[in-house]
């Protein structure tokens, strides 16, 4: 007996749902949405492209994200009876997330994406909440900090909605650009509620602590970088494969702090996290590639247990440092040379020479 399509795919959501992994659910959400679209089953295709978007959020790639945004967009752009459009806008919102780290993303198409979702925003009833917020990131990212704290104050005058990011994600916003500013003990003070557990998310407090012990190697404030290794290394015990993969870029900084003060641990993090990094984003595999490079300054070998998906794996041999720092360098400087282009300025490639 022939199946229906639709039974089909809720046989292969039924199985997506019992998986661990958040790879091998991509995998089944996609077969899913290669049988609505052969059966040019424009709903089913809608529903399932958001749940392979949020599926992918649980990982540190965007490899099927971002189409399967763009086909919701075209979509509904020549068929708006299909839905409603303000059904899609979280979807919209993590996309511009991940447009922002992508080196490949032109600052004026990155422009033409945010201000795009701001006529969206208007038009569907939403505050520029979020708005403000994906500008101050681009800011942050491009080491603007004037026009990231014009961005964070424009925020305050527009309430929250369904679409702002959460309270510790925000809080973190906030203490990043204390940070950046030098003014540490301010930016201690307003992560209190992030460091003592009451807000966080799957980012918060993971990246607030090593946001903050980037700057504090900087300025030298034992006391306080004493503490928050301590966080560090708590969370990093508690990490799971099918939620904190998007974590891999701040695995990385971990890893460059811990090569100062505990290399036996940076190893370790290092051989059981590296994974992670396969296939993701550009700005995760920056932070990545450039953090773990401490690791292989200098000559040596290591015996490491690690995938054999690793590009760089070699079954049955010592790995050479030189070797691999020569793969990280390639990785974290070719990236750090895209998104200076990108984004007009010098700092990435400032970063790595200074961690290099």
Not at 5 to 29: C, E, G, M, T
Not at 216 to 225: C, E, F, I, N, V
Request: proline share 3%; hydrophobic share 40%; aromatic share 12%.
């Amino acid at each position: 007996m022939i199946q229906s399509h639709n039974l089909q795919i809720q046989k292969l959501l039924i199985k997506a749902d019992a998986v661990n992994s958040p790879y091998d659910r991509i995998k089944l959400i996609k077969k899913a949405i290669n049988i609505a679209d052969a059966h040019n089953d424009t709903e089913w295709g809608f529903d399932l492209r958001k749940q392979i978007i949020a599926a992918e959020r649980s990982t540190s790639s965007c490899m099927e994200g971002l189409p399967a945004f763009t086909w919701i967009l075209d979509t509904y752009e020549h068929h708006p009876e299909l839905c409603d459009e303000s059904t899609f806008m979280m979807e919209y919102k993590w996309m511009i997330q991940a447009a922002r780290r992508n080196a490949d993303v032109s600052m004026q198409q990155f422009e033409s994406i945010v201000e795009d979702y701001k006529i969206r925003l208007q038009r569907n009833g939403f505050t520029l909440h979020s708005y403000y917020t994906a500008k101050a990131q681009m800011a942050f990212q491009q080491n603007r900090l004037d026009e990231a704290k014009l961005y964070l104050d424009m925020r305050k005058f527009e309430e929250r909605d369904d679409l702002s990011h959460c309270v510790a994600c925000e809080i973190h916003d906030l203490v990043e650009y204390e940070l950046l500013t030098g003014n540490i003990d301010a930016a201690i003070s307003i992560a209190h509620p992030i460091f003592s557990g009451k807000e966080r998310c799957v980012y918060v407090p993971f990246q607030t602590v090593c946001t903050a012990l980037n700057i504090l190697d900087k300025y030298g404030y034992d006391d306080s970088a004493e503490t928050l290794f301590k966080i560090a290394d708590a969370l990093l015990n508690t990490m799971r494969q099918e939620y904190d993969m998007p974590n891999i870029g701040h695995i990385g900084q971990i890893i460059y702090f811990f090569t100062k003060r505990d290399k036996n641990r940076a190893w370790n993090i290092f051989e059981e996290y590296v994974e992670w990094s396969i296939d993701c984003e550009d700005y995760f595999n920056y932070q990545f590639s450039s953090g773990v490079l401490s690791l292989f300054k200098g000559s040596g070998t290591r015996d490491m247990n690690v995938s054999p998906r690793m590009p760089w794996h070699q079954p049955l041999e010592l790995y050479k440092f030189s070797e691999l720092y020569a793969y990280y360098w390639n990785q974290a400087s070719t990236l750090a040379a895209k998104f200076d282009a990108r984004n007009g300025g010098t700092n990435f490639t400032d970063e790595l020479n200074s961690m290099s």
